[in-house]
C-alpha cells in the first residue's frame, strides 16, 4: 500500500516537477479533460475501499476488472481518434517517416525489452540496497515504502518522462505518469489482493494512510489546476510540485524519528 501511494505522489510531484522545470511540458486537451479526472476518481475509489483496513479479494477483483477496461477504453479511444487524423497528417507524417531512420519491428521489440530490463534492474538495485540499510537503522516498513520503496519503482518513469521531454514528446512525458498513477492502483493493488488479501495492521486511519492518500489525491489534483486553462505546466508549476514532496517527505521524516 504504501509503495502505491508513495509511487504515485512521487511521479506527479517529483517526476512531474522535475521534467517541467528542464522544460515546460504541454499536453493533449484529453489528458487534461478525461485521463486526469479518471486517475482522481480511481484514487476516490481506492479511499473507499480502504476504510474498513483491508483490501479483500473482490476489492482486487473490482480493480483488476478496471485496469482491463481502462486499457480497453484507451485503445478504442486512440483507434478512432487516429482515423479522424489519418487523412488530414498524411502528408506530414510521410515527411517525417522519411526524416526517421528505420528500424525494423523485431529491432523495436528488441530495443523496448532491452530498455524495461535495464530500468528495472536499476531500480531493483537500489531499492534493495536502501532497504537494507533502512532497516539496520529500524525505520518502518510503511515510511520505507513510501519513500525509498517509492522513489525507486518511480525511477523508470522519471527516466522515460525526461528523455521524451528532451524529444518533445510531451503527451508521453505527461501520459507516462497519468498512466503509471492508473496502472498502479488498479493493476498492482488489484493483482496483489487478489493473490492475497491486503490487510493494515495499524488500521486505516490509525497508521496515518489516510494522510497519505488525501496528500495522494491532493498532488494528482494539482496538474489538472496548472494545465486547465494552458495545456501546460510551467517551471514554476514544477518548483511547486517539487516544494510539495520536499514538505511531504519532511513530515514523513519527522512523524517517523
Given amino acids: 500500500m504504501g509503495n502505491v501511494v508513495g509511487s504515485n505522489i512521487c511521479n506527479i510531484a517529483l517526476v512531474l516537477g522535475l521534467t517541467s522545470v528542464f522544460r515546460p511540458l504541454s499536453c493533449h486537451r484529453s489528458i487534461i479533460r478525461r485521463d486526469i479526472p479518471i486517475m482522481l476518481g480511481i484514487s476516490v475509489y481506492l479511499l473507499l475501499i480502504s476504510f474498513d ?8 477483483a473490482t480493480l483488476f476488472c478496471g485496469i482491463i477496461i481502462y486499457l480497453f477504453f ?4 486512440a483507434v478512432k481518434e487516429s482515423k479522424n487524423i489519418s487523412g488530414v497528417n498524411s502528408v506530414t507524417s510521410k515527411f517525417a517517416a522519411d526524416k526517421i531512420d528505420y528500424i525494423s519491428r523485431p529491432g523495436q521489440i528488441v530495443r523496448i525489452m532491452v530498455g524495461i530490463a535495464g530500468v528495472v534492474a536499476g531500480a531493483e538495485i537500489i531499492v534493495n540496497s536502501a532497504v537494507s540499510i533502512m532497516h539496520t537503522f529500524g525505520i518502518s516498513e510503511k515510511f520505507i515504502g513510501l519513500t525509498v520503496v517509492a522513489l525507486g519503482t518511480s525511477l523508470p518513469e522519471l527516466a522515460t518522462s525526461v528523455v521524451a521531454a528532451i524529444k518533445k514528446e510531451m503527451d508521453i512525458s505527461i501520459g507516462n505518469l497519468v498512466g503509471s498513477n492508473v496502472f498502479n492502483i488498479l493493476g498492482v493493488l488489484g493483482a496483489a489482493s487478489l493473490i492475497r488479501p491486503i490487510s493494515i495492521p495499524e ?11 488525501i496528500v495522494m489525491m491532493f498532488i494528482s489534483f494539482l496538474p489538472w489546476i496548472m494545465m486547465r486553462k494552458t495545456n501546460t505546466v510551467m517551471r514554476r508549476d514544477g518548483v511547486v510540485l517539487l516544494s510539495c514532496y520536499v514538505v511531504y517527505i519532511v513530515y514523513l521524516t519527522v512523524k517517523t524519528l
Fill in 53 to 60: 483496513s483491508k483490501l479483500s479479494r473482490f476489492d482486487g
Fill in 203 to 213: 488500521g486505516f486511519i490509525g497508521s496515518g494512510l489516510l494522510i497519505d492518500y
Fill in 74 to 77: 484507451n485503445y478504442y479511444t
